[in-house]
Every structure is written in C-alpha cells, then in structure tokens.
T-cell receptor, first 117, second 109 residues
Framework: GAVVSQHPSWVICKSGTSVKIECRSLDFQATTMFWYRQFPKQSLMLMAT?????????EQGVEKDKFLINHASLTLSTLTVTSAHPEDSSFYIC?????????????FGPGTRLTVT | GQNIDQPTEMTATEGAIVQINCTYQTSGFNGLFWYQQHAGEAPTFLSYNVLDGLEEKGRFSSFLSRSKGYSYLLLKELQMKDSASYLC??????????WGAGTKLIIKP
C-alpha cells in the first residue's frame, strides 16, 4: 500500500516553455502533498506543501508564480514549471501523507527528471 | 532555528558494519525517520523512531535518544547495494518533516 506515482518520469523541454508534472496517490487519499527539488549531489529541498482544495504553501525563495501547484483532488497534485529555464533543470519529487494523525511519514513518488535546453 | 546534522560522506568495506549519526534541534518532536536514496531515485523509507531505544529491522537498526537529540542508523553485513545516501528527517510539532542534508555512504569491496 501507500504507492505514489509521478508522470512523466523524465522530460526535456525548450527554454521558455511550460512543463506539467503529475503526482498521484494510487491506493490512498493524500490530504497533503509535498513537492521537492533535488539538484545533483544535494539533498532534498522542499518547494511547497499543498493541501487538497486549498492554496499551496511555498517555502521561502520559491516563486509561486513560476511553480504552479494544484491539488484539486485527494489523489492528484500537479506542479507546472512555467517559462522554464536551464537553471530549472533538476530532479522533482513529490510525496504524500494520508492525513492520519501521526508522525507525518511521507510516501515518495519515483521522481521526474526535468532537463531544460 | 531548526537544524539537523549528519556527516556528508562515509566509506565502509563490504561485509563490515557502519554507523551513521544524526543530531537534531527542532521545534517539537514527533519522531525521527531514516530514508535511503540511491542516485537518481526517490527516497525509500527505512525506519521510524519515536521512543528512546533501538529498533532492529534485519541488517538495519536505528537508535534514538530524545534527551540528547541524537539518532544513529546502523548497517550490518554491508553489501555493495547499500551504497546510497541516507537521509535523517525529524517530524516537528506540526508534523512537518525537517530534513538533514544526507550522508553519502560508499561501500568498497
């Protein structure tokens, strides 16, 4: 149980275009989803936290107009990188919690590798 | 502020034992997680400690001392496939995960 999928697993796009990444919880309802970014040889960096039906909470330094997050249902959250630039090339990972009271264990998706040319 | 410290990199020999330490200072504590992350992949859950003591799970064990703000992950009978980054994360008073920078473990034959 507690499986999270991401699509696509990798994407190459041209500078200036937008890319949408989907994160789905397959066998549970994800009340909260998290979006992380990871650059090579660095640790996870939390970008934003999204709760179903409400606006995402962005971490300091993350542009909310550039990284659009939509958590429209209990099983789907999307991250859209708008007007992508080469410096946005990174490994984007989502995770989800099932909302039960507890320590906040996060179930991770397999990640999406974005390359902007 | 909130802070989690773990060594950047460690090297160990196949078949040996290695201990990866993690110290933390957070606003509240609702448990400590260890995750394993292979290069180019997402993290996978290894262990969770909320009470003091040692939790053993096969070749991996995790220890917690809340009074000292300290945890370690112990890996026994190391295998080459254990080469990965190991991430320490603490659940704070709001149940948000605070992440360490990760420890890259290199296993040599």
């Amino acid at each position: 149980g507690a499986v999270v999928s991401q699509h696509p697993s990798w994407v190459i796009c041209k500078s200036g275009t937008s890319v949408k990444i989907e994160c789905r919880s397959l066998d549970f309802q994800a009340t909260t989803m998290f979006w992380y970014r990871q650059f090579p040889k660095q640790s996870l960096m939390l970008m934003a936290t999204s709760n179903e039906g409400s606006k995402a909470t962005y971490e300091q330094g993350v542009e909310k107009d550039k990284f659009l997050i939509n958590h429209a249902s209990l099983t789907l959250s999307t991250l859209t990188v708008t007007s992508a630039h080469p410096e946005d090339s990174s490994f984007y990972i989502c995770s989800a919690t099932d909302g039960r009271e507890g320590p906040g264990e996060q179930y991770f998706g397999p990640g999406t590798r974005l390359t902007v040319t | 502020g909130q802070n989690i410290d773990q060594p950047t990199e460690m090297t160990a020999t196949e078949g040996a034992i290695v201990q990866i330490n993690c110290t933390y200072q957070t606003s509240g504590f609702n448990g400590l997680f260890w995750y394993q992350q292979h290069a180019g992949e997402a993290p996978t859950f290894l262990s969770y400690n909320v009470l003091d003591g040692l939790e053993e799970k096969g070749r991996f064990s995790s220890f917690l001392s809340r009074s000292k703000g300290y945890s370690y992950l112990l890996l026994k009978e190391l295998q080459m496939k254990d080469s990965a980054s190991y991430l320490c994360a603490v659940s704070d008073s709001n149940y948000q995960l605070i992440w360490g920078a990760g420890t890259k473990l290199i296993i040599k034959p």
